[in-house]
């Protein structure tokens, strides 16, 4: 079974620039996840998508993040104008029911530097 | 805040030692994750702990959970220089997943 796919694996732009970052989950796994990771620290949950509807974006930055899941399967997430803080891992992660829980499954991440 | 707490921050023990980490949380869950991560790595599912279990086992892993102190513990029997990574607990609750600050695992050969 194929693992989650996320594209690129490293970015390097200048502040107030774009970038686009790219996740294909796990076959059959309706929900999709994209977290920032700072270095040093645990992932913080930016959006969740349950097929294509949002379940939640309370700390997603929105006057600069956006993220989108047409058809219910890969998922964009856009950040313009980039800043420096912006500097992070962005990791994509789906899940499913297993015996009692959901588990989440991580793609590789993306590693973007603001400069 | 939703995230949980691990203790220590940073651990470095020998080879074929045992590795004792430690999670707090502050809300209820329906289970807690335990996640490990390596140097630029995505984080690897190692093994979830329902609401209603005291102790799992997985390999060299044992995970215990108390809810009446919000805390949870992983162990890592006869730890391995590829041991050597980060440890994430995630708090579960329905399929939202809240991550604690991690605690860094040096096993030294």
């Known amino acids: 079974e194929a693992g989650v796919a996320q594209s690129p694996r490293y970015k390097i732009i200048e502040k107030r620039q774009s970038v686009a970052f790219w996740c294909n989950p796990i076959?059959?796994?309706?929900?999709l996840y994209w977290y920032q990771q700072i270095l040093g620290q645990g992932p913080k949950l930016l959006i969740q998508?349950?097929?294509?509807?949002?379940?939640?974006d309370s700390q997603l930055p929105k006057d600069r993040f956006s993220a989108e899941r047409l058809k219910g399967v890969d998922s964009t997430l856009k950040i313009q104008p980039a800043k420096l803080e912006d500097s992070a891992v962005y990791l994509c992660?789906?899940?499913?029911?297993?015996?009692?829980?959901?588990?989440?499954?991580f793609g590789p991440g993306t590693r973007l530097t603001v400069t | 805040s939703q995230q949980g707490e691990e203790d220590p921050q940073a651990l470095s023990i020998q080879e074929g030692e045992n590795a004792t980490m430690n999670c707090s949380y502050k809300?209820?869950?329906?289970?807690l994750q335990w996640y490990r991560q390596n140097s630029g790595r995505g984080l690897v599912h190692l093994i979830l702990?329902?609401?209603?279990?005291r102790e799992k086992h997985s390999g060299r892993l044992r995970v215990t959970l108390d809810t009446s102190k919000k805390s949870s513990s992983l162990l890592i029997t006869a730890s391995r220089a590829a041991d050597t990574a980060s440890y994430f607990c995630?708090?579960?609750?329905?399929?939202?997943?809240?991550f604690g600050t991690g605690t860094s695992l040096t096993v030294i050969p």
């Open positions: 992660a789906s899940s499913l029911f297993v015996g009692g829980g959901y588990e989440q499954y």
């Open positions: 076959s059959g796994h309706a929900t």
């Open positions: 995630a708090r579960g609750t329905g399929n939202q997943f809240y």
């Open positions: 702990i329902r609401s209603n279990e």
């Open positions: 809300t209820s869950i329906n289970n």
């Open positions: 998508f349950q097929n294509n509807g949002v379940v939640d």
